[in-house]
């Protein structure tokens, strides 16, 4: 398996075949896997990349863990219906109404960063900001109750290890001790649930509302949790960025270091791709990261240049049927906390880089510490 993308180059071929997997790097080619529902299927992307050893299975079957196809991993005949039950909590509307209220939780976050930094401490941007605005927005956006911060990311980094990384057989079993009885507590909140998660448990059952509820505690916070740390990480070593709109700098940030940097799909019968052939049930990587510094995306695809022309063409959030319900959300979250911390950034000075575990997909950085200059 390809880990840790973000290591690697570039590649000059737009379509390779790699340690078992068709890997697509091209943006247009890209795009037409994840778009296409006829000649690829999204059900192998919550599989798990370690095959999980069955002593960790025994363990999350002692908790009732299952992943059904609920969302990012569902191409039967009820992911529309799903996708549309969630999407209403997702609506640009409710979205741009939380604006106010998320300005206001981050500027809090910002000051005591400043207090600490005053005093002379080394602060986790990533524990302080990046950490938690992300899961209080989407707990405040699906009228969730969440356990602490520290307990969600306890629970979502060990899901994103487990099913994307390359843990031990004895790591493994570890990460199912604190998966599974997280998602026993799910279950059980979504028998008392109201709102959405109340029409998807009449309409779909208890264990595709309780699947849907862990990927959107596991993806819908972590992919815009790392996304802060890494564009942070980068507005602290180069400050002059920050003299563009919050906006612009986002979408350049998600364009050329987005927190998933590749995505997984099945081939549903013998075709190709680029002219490479690929037989059914081949695996395709699809490598987003690349996608998005390919030839002709951006005016620069290669340099961070925020406005540039192109910016937004980028396949951060994915493509087509399964594209990210939550990027409006993301978008939000990132711009408010650019704009909140702008002032502090430039008088910081990294005191140690985030760092990232071996992951298919996930960059799973932090924590990123800082002090003042």
């Not at 529902?37 to 908790?63: K, Q």
């Not at 959030?317 to 950034?345: D, K, M």
């Amino acid at each position: 398996m390809l880990f840790e993308l973000w290591k690697h180059p570039r590649p000059d071929a737009a379509v390779f075949r790699r340690e078992g997997q068709v890997v697509v790097a091209s943006h247009r080619l890209a795009k037409e896997v994840l778009a296409d529902r006829e000649r690829f299927s999204a059900a192998n992307a919550l599989d798990a990349v370690t095959p999980i050893p069955l002593a960790a299975m025994r363990e999350l079957a002692r908790h009732r863990f299952r992943l059904p196809a609920t969302l990012a991993n569902n191409d039967t005949a009820s992911h529309d219906a799903i996708r549309a039950g969630f999407g209403e909590a997702f609506a640009p509307a409710r979205v741009e109404a939380l604006r106010p209220w998320l300005t206001g939780l981050t500027r809090r976050a910002a000051v005591t960063v400043a207090q600490g930094l005053r005093e002379g401490a080394t602060v986790d941007l990533d524990a302080a900001v990046s950490s938690h605005v992300p899961l209080a927005a989407l707990a405040r956006l699906l009228e969730l109750e969440v356990e602490t911060t520290a307990e969600v990311k306890r629970f979502s980094r060990a899901a994103l290890e487990l099913f994307w990384g390359a843990p031990t057989p004895e790591r493994q079993l570890e990460l199912a001790r604190v998966v599974g009885p997280f998602h026993a507590t799910l279950r059980e909140r979504s028998r008392a649930a109201t709102g959405v998660r109340a029409a998807m448990l009449r309409e779909h059952g208890e264990d595709a509302a309780t699947a849907a509820l862990f990927f959107l505690l596991v993806a819908g916070q972590e992919t815009t949790s790392q996304f802060l740390t890494l564009l942070l990480h980068r507005l602290v070593e180069e400050p002059e960025l920050l003299h563009a709109e919050p906006a612009a700098l986002v979408e350049e940030g998600l364009r050329l270091f987005p927190s998933i940097t590749s995505w997984r799909r099945v081939a549903l019968r013998d075709t190709e791709i680029g002219g490479v052939p690929v037989a059914a049930g081949d695996s395709i990587l699809v490598w987003l990261a690349a996608a998005g510094a390919d030839d002709g995306v951006a005016a620069c695809p290669a340099r961070m240049i925020p406005g540039q022309r192109g910016s937004r063409r980028h396949l951060a959030f994915g493509a087509g049927a399964h594209r990210c319900l939550g990027s409006q959300l993301s978008r939000l979250e990132a711009e408010v906390v650019v704009a909140e911390l702008a002032p502090l950034l430039p008088r910081c000075e990294v005191v140690a880089a985030p760092v990232s575990d071996p992951n298919l997909s996930f960059r799973m950085p932090g924590p990123l510490l800082v002090r003042l200059r």
